[in-house]
């Protein structure tokens, strides 16, 4: 891992401030994911908690982190049977304290764009395999966002995820890059990260006008945001893709 070493948010509060904003900035244009119930009631308090948990990969020459990850201990009865709620599943079991954790779930990689087509996030990927194995856990399992699915909002998960391209590599670049790093999928997160909100709040982060009910494709978003006209609120329901790692060797 020559030029990076790899440090986390409890190791300084110099460490902590530079990956907050890092982790800001590259998902500034997604911020309607901040308003899942999971998010707005237990992020902020885990981040702080499980310090030791949030990945920072430093640059040796600079001493500023170049790709950060966030992650939190939790309880897992099978990574092999994951539910269809993924990110907001991870953050709700890891806000309950009364089961000891046994898995490590991923949140988000956060590159910013100048340090992007590194192989970084893989080095952060596999500093999560490192932690999971340091304590024991079973392994690590991530509700991947597959990047390029923003393209394709109206294509269904499950079709997307079989995709090939011209070489019959799997289409998305990051479902190829956890597959490159050994992770294995094992299923669909259908129900991810959900939003529901006044259609005044999706006017707001769109700067659409909803005037009839139906589905509409969002900047960013992997599926589109189902608007009820009669009921006043737009609902997101992000797919993701659960992919399992064991534990590093």
Partial sequence: MGGY??????????????????????????????????????????????????????DETTGYPVAVGCAVPFYCDDPSRLPAEGWDWIVESAGRSEVAP???????????????????????????????????????????????????PHVAMSDYVGWKDDGGRPYDPWIRSHLACGGRIVGEASRSMVVEEPIAFWEAWTGKTFEVSGAYAIDGGLAPVNVDVDRGVGRYVEPNVWFAYEAAA
């Avoid at 986390?8 to 901040?34: C, F, H, M």
């Avoid at 970084?120 to 991530?142: N, T």
Wanted: glycine residues 6%; hydrophobic residues 45%; contains cysteine.
């Fill in 102 to 152: 046994n898995m490590l779930g991923g949140l988000g990689i956060s590159v910013p764009h100048v340090h992007r087509s590194k192989g970084l996030a893989r080095l952060v990927i596999k500093a999560m395999r490192d932690l999971a194995a340091e304590c024991g856990f079973r392994g690590v399992v991530i509700p991947v966002r597959p990047t390029a699915k923003a393209k394709h």
């Fill in 5 to 58: 070493v790899m440090k986390t948010r409890a190791d300084s509060p110099e460490l902590k401030r530079a990956a907050v904003a890092i982790e800001q900035s590259a998902w500034n244009a997604l911020g309607y994911l901040n308003f899942t119930r999971a998010h707005y009631l237990h992020y902020d308090e885990l981040q702080e908690r499980f310090a030791e948990f949030q990945i920072c990969l430093v």
